[in-house]
């Protein structure tokens, strides 16, 4: 495969960082035991202080590849506030129990949580300006075109790209539409803001559209095929990653 100039930041780790969980071996009421004892250890996947999405990564000692993804929150400010401080990669012990809601995606309500062992970025980089406004722009239309981060819940949750921003979407009932589909396919979503939970904002599958939910361009049709790449910049703000409106990873293109 032949390729042009190449400029970036962040490597391969854009395509193995946020892969969709395949299998999941991971001991949940182990985990439920040590949330409320001696605290559960693990690596900050995301923090973004504007959304206040905060996602943590509990691994299988014994398999890398066997994690679960957590989201935080907490009903203390001074612990909402300390999550702001917390980078991607750090490693961390975070002690609370886990919240009684219907999504799939594990919620822990953190009572404390400390750093174990500080992630030290080879690379310097200024604090990362986002350019999506968030939910502002979500607010200007009932459909938008997104990138796919993850899929979980067989498809009951979505997490996707909006711009250079994370947004979490809950499907209903129309997971025919999601449960296929693959991480970096691009979609077009008709969507209802949730009132609940207000802040991070959370978007729902809007079933009732004539389309609510259109594939544009699928990562397995151009899976294989040769690309090339003219210039692409990627910065890593040191959360989920962050891709330049309209472009997909350079790890997707090198597919």
Not at 4 to 31: E, R
Not at 49 to 66: P, S
Not at 118 to 138: C, M, N, T, V
Not at 175 to 181: M, P, R, V
């Given at each position: 495969?032949?390729?042009?100039?190449?400029?970036?930041?962040?490597?391969?780790?854009?395509?193995?960082?946020?892969?969709?969980?395949?299998?999941?071996?991971?001991?949940?009421?182990?985990?439920?035991?040590?949330?409320?004892?001696?605290?559960?250890?693990?690596?900050?996947?995301?923090?973004?202080?504007?959304?206040?999405?905060?996602?943590?990564?509990?691994?299988?000692?014994?398999?890398?590849?066997?994690?679960?993804?957590?989201?935080?929150?907490?009903?203390?400010q001074a612990i909402r506030e300390k999550f702001?401080?917390?980078?991607?990669?750090?490693?961390?012990?975070?002690?609370?129990?886990?919240?009684?809601?219907?999504?799939?995606?594990?919620?822990?309500?953190?009572?404390?949580?400390?750093?174990?062992?500080?992630?030290?970025?080879?690379?310097?980089?200024?604090?990362?300006?986002?350019?999506?406004?968030?939910?502002?722009?979500?607010?200007?239309?009932?459909?938008?075109?997104?990138?796919?981060?993850?899929?979980?819940?067989?498809?009951?949750?979505?997490?996707?790209?909006?711009?250079?921003?994370?947004?979490?979407?809950?499907?209903?009932?129309?997971?025919?539409?999601?449960?296929?589909?693959?991480?970096?396919?691009?979609?077009?979503?008709?969507?209802?803001?949730?009132?609940?939970?207000?802040?991070?904002?959370?978007?729902?599958?809007?079933?009732?559209?004539?389309?609510?939910?259109?594939?544009?361009?699928?990562?397995?049709?151009?899976?294989?095929?040769?690309?090339?790449?003219?210039?692409?910049?990627?910065?890593?703000?040191?959360?989920?990653?962050?891709?330049?409106?309209?472009?997909?990873?350079?790890?997707?293109?090198?597919?």
């Open positions: 495969m032949k390729t042009k100039t190449m400029t970036f930041v962040l490597g391969v780790f854009l395509l193995i960082a946020g892969l969709p969980q395949t299998s999941l071996a991971v001991d949940i009421k182990q985990v439920e035991k040590e949330l409320t004892g001696e605290g559960v250890v693990g690596w900050i996947h995301g923090s973004v202080k504007y959304t206040g999405l905060y996602v943590f990564t509990y691994r299988n000692a014994k398999d890398f590849f066997d994690y679960l993804e957590i989201s935080l929150t907490s009903d203390k702001a401080s917390f980078n991607r990669h750090d490693k961390v012990r975070i002690k609370g129990s886990f919240l009684q809601n219907p999504s799939p995606q594990k919620h822990v309500n953190v009572e404390s949580i400390e750093i174990v062992k500080k992630f030290e970025s080879s690379i310097q980089a200024e604090p990362y300006q986002y350019d999506a406004k968030i939910p502002d722009d979500l607010y200007k239309a009932k459909s938008a075109s997104f990138l796919v981060h993850a899929i979980a819940g067989e498809g009951r949750i979505l997490v996707l790209e909006y711009r250079d921003a994370v947004v979490p979407v809950f499907v209903n009932k129309r997971t025919d539409l999601s449960q296929d589909l693959q991480r970096n396919d691009m979609i077009h979503l008709s969507y209802v803001i949730q009132k609940d939970p207000g802040h991070p904002v959370h978007l729902r599958l809007d079933e009732q559209a004539a389309e609510p939910l259109k594939v544009t361009e699928s990562i397995r049709q151009i899976h294989g095929k040769p690309a090339v790449i003219v210039r692409i910049s990627v910065k890593a703000p040191g959360c989920f990653g962050s891709i330049p409106p309209g472009y997909r990873s350079v790890a997707t293109l090198l597919i």
